[in-house]
């Protein structure tokens, strides 16, 4: 039982760990387009 549960927090970090990175990067993507826009406004 012990190993599954050591298993199953690792997946759930991992899937935590995927879904911060793709916010991190849609963030990222954002800030640039408005960055572009104020300067080029």
Known sequence: ???SQ???VSAVKLRLW???TMLASLVA??????AIFMSAA
Not at 29 to 34: A, F, H, P, Q, T
Request: proline fraction near 0%; aromatic fraction near 0%; avoid cysteine.
């Open 1 to 3: 039982m012990a190993t």
């Open 6 to 8: 050591v298993n199953d």
């Open 18 to 20: 995927r879904v911060l």
């Open 29 to 34: 993507v954002i800030v640039g387009l408005v």
